[in-house]
Each structure stands twice: as structure tokens, then as C-alpha cells.
């Protein structure tokens, strides 16, 4: 199969900078998934068998859930280490920006990637790619940046003498970016990918569950209660909501992330089109936040603008309600019967 993307002087061109670089960095965006810390392992990897000694330098914390990925030790935050990251930047010879397509997604990292003398390489996969750089590898197709890190290096050739250690964080980017598999990945070119990647002994399923299986108890626990005690199903509306006090987040002992997720469960319902999730701020009170998800061509966004302060995506919005619960809840109420025709 043929999975090349670069052209003959985009590819000559590339080679000519990774040979030529000393001081190499790899960035990604802010609050970094998996995709982001997936494609800058992959890349640095692939690097060091070019006998290169990059630097992954990330704006801010990465999840837990990533911690087991090979090399995250090595990886550097700028927001720890502004001072030494600056300095990085200053005398670097080549900056790779990987997963984001606009400075200003690395926020306070933005002035030193900017103001740094180096030339910048782009692999990105997002729409409208609008970082300052020498060469743009940009794909809105690709299901992730990790397929992009991925079909680069084996353009280039270098994939063969690469084991588990680039293997390992490209899956694991590739599997976050589309659930699992579950969207955006019909394109059998990802599959022929995997079979490669899984010729360097990767174990997928334990990836899946270092990834997906990562809750602690009291998060199965408050899922269940939720489910069970709190969810409005509204079968007229194709709608669901619950809500989510602080007493109850303190009853489950709720640490950050806990909720993550809780909003997607409801759309397994059969022929569910709106997801509502009320959460009340775990330390101010009056602040209740809200997520939304829908399917098809149901606009989360436009009701999340229009009731709740917020935005998003078509089929994954958020928002805030500064009030009461019972406020909040009249609100979606109000909603879902203004976006009835919708609904139904
Ligand atoms: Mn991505």
C-alpha cells in the first residue's frame, strides 16, 4: 500500500534539516492528549535512531493515563521549567510543532516558539494550519498526528530499524484520537498502519487498558449512582439529562476528571440525539458546568451558545450557568423544547 504524503522535495527537504539540526525540539499543544504526547515520542524516537538528541519540551501537565508510554520521563514542561525551556528555544536549530495548527494553541510557550531563531517543521492534522514554518505537513484527513509521525518515517525509510519504543506511543496516539476506533477511522490505510506497528510486538489490548481502564473505584461507583438515580430521559425529546451537586461529588470522593466521559454514556441509549450533563463547580458555588453531545447533525454548539454561555463542536459542546441547580435545570429544559423540531 501506498501511504506516502510528502513529495520528492518536501521529503529531500525534510531530510536535509533533521541531518543538518543540533539542537532539535519537538513541541506539542497545551493539555496534551494522547495523540500530542504519542506523535512527540514517536518522532523523538525516530530521531535518536538518526542519532539526534531531541528535546520534548510540553506547555503543561499530560494525563496519568499516558505515564506508561516509554520515554515520558525525558519529557520537559514548560510550565515547570520556563527558564531552562526558553533557553532550549533560544539556541535551537529546528522546532517540530506536532498536533496544533496555531501558535497560539501552546499559549505561555507561544513567545519563546516564536521568537526563536530556529526553523519550524509543522505535522499536523487540524484544519487551517497557521503556524509560521519552513515546511507544513498538514493532513485534515489523517486521524491523528501519530499517522502522520508514522506514514513520515516510513517514507523516509526509517520505520525498519525502530522497535516497540515508536511503535507503543503512535498506536496509543492513533487509538486515543478516534475513541478507540470508534470515529473518524475508516480509512484502511490506518489499518494497514496498525498491522506494522503490531510487527514490533506492541501488546493493543493492554495499550486499550493502560488507556480505558484506568477509573478508580469511586468513578465506577459514581457512574452507576448517576446512571441509575440522576439521568432524566425525556424518550419524547431523544434527550437526556442529570445533574451532579458538590455533596454528591463529595459523597464519591470526586477528584478532577471524574465526570470525564459520564456525558457519553446516555448516547448508548437507542436513538438518543442530546446529551445534557450538570455539574456544580466542586469550590464556587453558583457555577454549574455544562456538556453537551449529540449525534448526527444535531448542533451542540449553536444551543450551547444560544442557553449556556459556551460553544464547542457540532456533537461535543460545553458551557457554564452561574445559578442555582434548579436553575440550571429549568434552562435545558427551556432548550431542549426550543431545539424540539431538532430532536425529534
Ligand atoms: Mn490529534
Known amino acids: ?14 531530510d536535509q534539516l533533521i541531518s543538518h539540526a543540533e539542537n532539535i525540539i519537538i513541541t506539542c499543544h497545551k493539555s496534551p492528549d494522547g495523540d500530542a504526547i504519542g506523535s512527540c515520542l514517536g518522532w523523538a524516537e525516530y530521531l535518536r535512531s538518526r542519532g539526534k538528541e531531541p528535546t520534548v519540551i510540553v506547555p503543561d501537565q499530560y494525563p496519568d493515563f499516558l505515564l506508561w508510554l516509554p520515554n515520558t520521563e525525558k519529557i520537559v514542561r514548560y510550565d ?19 498536533d496544533y495548527n496555531t501558535p497560539s494553541r501552546v499559549e505561555d510557550m507561544q513567545e519563546a516558539l516564536v521568537s526563536s531563531p530556529a526553523p519550524r517543521v509543522l505535522i499536523d492534522h487540524h ?31 526509517g520505520f525498519e530499524k525502530l522497535d516497540k519504543h515508536f511503535a507503543a506511543p503512535i498506536y496509543c496516539g492513533m487509538m486515543t484520537d478516534t475513541g478507540g476506533f470508534l ?35 469511586n468513578r465506577i461507583r459514581l457512574m452507576g449512582y448517576v446512571m441509575y438515580e440522576k439521568l432524566v430521559y425525556l424518550p419524547k425529546f431523544n434527550a437526556a439529562y442529570y445533574t451532579l451537586t458538590r455533596e454528591e461529588q463529595k459523597r464519591f470522593n470526586f477528584i478532577k476528571g ?51 454561555n459556551g460553544g464547542g463542536h457540532l456533537n461535543a459542546s460545553g458551557g457554564r450557568i452561574n445559578g442555582t441547580m434548579e436553575e440550571a435545570v429549568e434552562i435545558v429544559k427551556k432548550a431542549i423544547i426550543a431545539y424540539e423540531n431538532k430532536l425529534k
Open 258 to 308: 471524574d465526570a470525564e466521559g459520564l456525558v457519553n454514556i446516555p448516547q448508548q441509549i437507542k436513538g438518543l440525539k442530546l446529551s445534557i450533563s450538570l455539574r456544580e463547580d466542586s469550590d464556587k458555588p453558583n457555577l454549574i458546568w455544562v456538556s453537551l453531545r449529540s449525534v448526527d447533525d444535531f448542533p451542540c454548539n449553536l444551543m450551547a451558545e444560544q442557553f449556556f
Open 183 to 217: 470515529w473518524n477511522s475508516t480509512r484502511c490505510e490506518i489499518y494497514f498502519i496498525i498491522g506494522e506497528l503490531l510487527t514490533k510486538r506492541i501488546d493493543k489490548d493492554k495499550i486499550y487498558r493502560n488507556v480505558y481502564h484506568n477509573y478508580s473505584e
Open 1 to 14: 500500500m501506498n501511504i506516502d504524503i510528502l513529495s520528492e522535495d518536501q521529503l529531500v527537504q525534510l
Open 80 to 98: 515547570k521549567h520556563k527558564e531552562k525551556c526558553d533557553m532550549l528555544f533560544k539556541i535551537a536549530d529546528l522546532i517540530f510543532c506536532l
Open 127 to 157: 484544519l487551517n494550519p497557521d503556524v509560521p514554518a519552513v515546511l507544513t505537513i498538514s493532513l485534515p484527513e489523517a486521524c491523528s498526528t501519530c499517522e502522520l509521525v508514522f506514514r513520515i518515517v516510513w517514507q523516509m525509510g
